[in-house]
């Protein structure tokens, strides 16, 4: 199966600054590749698809960029909701896999 | 819109089963499939297994192939999950999550139901 590793575990950012968050593949996903934010007691909620594509109703401040082994989650400006814990997933092969997640707090 | 609602909280003894149901609305459910993933207490997310709501297609990672059954019921348009001979580190919260139709297709988890806390304890 195909593993993904996040990094850093932990992201200390004061709002309104920006963050970047990376994820890497141990093999290629091509452009495979779902970002999630999660916050305390709720479900997973998907903010980008192929690698790059924001979903339905994500701010724009949420960008996504890589392809291949390597991709990046860019969040432009940190707002008070933007703390949470954001994972990558992979959905190039099955099984689907997810990264460790990186938690993003309040510096 | 599109909405996964679960079944409540279970518990459960070491060596039962559990099944957990998801009821979709505001899609056509024929046109998605439902995968299941859960998180144990302060962990990450592990994929359980898919089923395709249009064929019944479906798939489970090596892990839990023998001990996890997913399957639907189109006339209610609710997805089912069942575990069994559960064990205390199967303690987790599950998830289903609308995706792909077929197995070949390309598709992450776009919707989410609320999660089911699952507690397996003597």
């Known amino acids: 199966e195909i593993v993904m590793t996040q990094s850093p575990a932990t992201l200390s950012v004061s709002p309104g600054e920006r963050a970047a968050l990376s994820c890497r593949a141990s093999?290629?996903?091509?452009?495979?590749l779902a970002w999630y934010q999660q916050k305390p007691g709720q479900a997973p909620r998907l903010l980008i698809y192929g690698a790059s594509t924001r979903a339905t109703g994500i701010p724009a401040r949420f960008s996504g960029s890589g392809s291949g082994t390597e991709f990046t989650l860019t969040i432009s400006s940190l707002q008070s909701e933007d703390f949470a814990v954001y994972y990558c997933?992979?959905?190039?092969?099955?099984?689907?896999?997810f990264g460790q997640g990186t938690k993003v707090e309040i510096k | 819109q599109v909405q996964l609602v679960q079944s409540g909280a279970e518990v459960k003894k070491p060596g039962a089963s559990v099944k957990v149901s998801c009821k979709a609305s505001?899609?056509?459910?024929?046109?998605?499939?439902i995968s299941w993933v859960r998180q144990a207490p302060g962990h990450g997310l592990e994929w359980m297994g898919w089923i395709s709501a249009y064929n019944g297609d479906t798939s489970y990672p090596q892990k839990f192939q023998g001990r996890v059954t997913v399957t639907t019921d189109t006339s209610t348009s609710t997805a089912y999950m069942e575990l069994r001979s559960l064990r205390s580190d199967d303690t987790a919260v599950y998830y289903c999550?609308?995706?792909?139709?077929?197995?070949?297709?390309?598709?992450?988890?776009?919707?989410w139901g609320q999660g089911t806390l699952v507690t397996v304890s003597s």
């Open positions: 999550a609308r995706g792909p139709q077929y197995e070949w297709e390309q598709k992450p988890g776009d919707n």
């Open positions: 505001g899609y056509t459910f024929t046109s998605y499939g």
């Open positions: 997933q992979q959905y190039n092969n099955w099984p689907w896999t």
């Open positions: 093999q290629s996903v091509s452009s495979n």
